[in-house]
């Protein structure tokens, strides 16, 4: 037992970085939602019960001015916004018109420090993000709460 020690510390760097979602293929950066079922939002309180929603997938490519994005998981095809402003995976901006008609399969238009940024009067859907440790617990049921994060 004494030699297997270290794996504690080890262990729980990995869940630290695990859960933060800070290693992540270059330029790219996942969303996750939640949803609200049996019940309506109100702001980013859920009145029924909270549920795990879509996870969106971001791939900025500074080069080209692009960001693809897609639903994990699904068969519906990839989005792309051209005419963006990008700095890096965790930094971009993209123009309502250059991102339509993707716009309005997604969550966000704009990313900044890793996180998604609400449209507030644009063409994509309401974005009711939570973090990846809630959307995990969510999709095993052990999540109580009702609301997502602040934005």
Known sequence: MKRWWWLVPVALFVAVIWASDSLTMQGERTVYTAGCQGGAWQANRCTGELVAGDRYRYRALKARGEV???????SEPS???????????????????????????TVTLEMARGQALPEK????????????VTW???TLGWWFGSTAEED
């Open 68 to 74: 693809v994005f897609w639903l994990v998981g699904s």
């Open 79 to 105: 989005g792309k916004f051209t005419g963006c402003d990008v700095k890096d995976g965790r930094n971009w901006s993209c123009r309502a018109r250059s991102a339509t008609p993707d716009a309005a399969r």
């Open 121 to 132: 009067a644009g063409p994509t859907r309401p974005l009711h993000r939570v973090s990846k």
């Open 136 to 138: 995990t617990l969510l």
